[in-house]
């Protein structure tokens, strides 16, 4: 019989310490889930701002030469498709590439968010009529 009554209430000792381990556990899974998700929301801006110059960078493929001549040189261009969503604001500027002032043009776009988190895309067009 003193064996029974010595062991009374490990089990309630046993499920308590089970208790914390769980708890411990489920607190950095929840830790984990919310960096996930902050790193997932991340991703989501870079993404889009990306998305963003790709596609400014991409109207201004299709610019004529008599387009990018008739530009005076540094310039700002505008947002060429539409209205940018928000938060993000897009700044476009064309410079002539250093290399080569006649017939080259840098376009660099940055997309702006946030508290002043950016992407900058750059891209090379020619003033010059190629075709023959």
């Known amino acids: 019989m003193r064996n029974r009554y010595s062991q009374r209430g490990y089990l309630l000792v046993e499920v308590m310490v089970a208790t914390m381990i769980f708890t411990v556990a489920l607190s ?3 830790g984990l889930f919310s960096q996930s ?3 997932n929301n991340e991703a989501r801006q870079y993404t889009l ?13 299709s610019w004529t030469p008599a387009q990018w001549t008739a530009l005076t040189l540094p310039a700002v261009i505008p947002w060429q498709d ?3 969503p928000s938060p993000y604001t897009v700044t476009t500027q064309a410079v002539a590439c250093p290399e080569d002032t006649v017939h ?10 946030g508290t002043g ?4 895309m750059s891209a090379y067009y020619s003033n010059k009529d190629l075709t023959l």
């Open 28 to 30: 950095a899974a929840i």
């Open 117 to 120: 988190t950016s992407l900058t």
């Open 49 to 61: 701002a990306t998305s963003l110059a790709q596609k400014q960078l991409e109207v201004l493929k």
């Open 104 to 113: 080259l043009v840098q376009a660099t776009v940055t997309v702006t968010w």
């Open 82 to 84: 539409g209205t940018v």
């Open 37 to 39: 998700l902050k790193a």
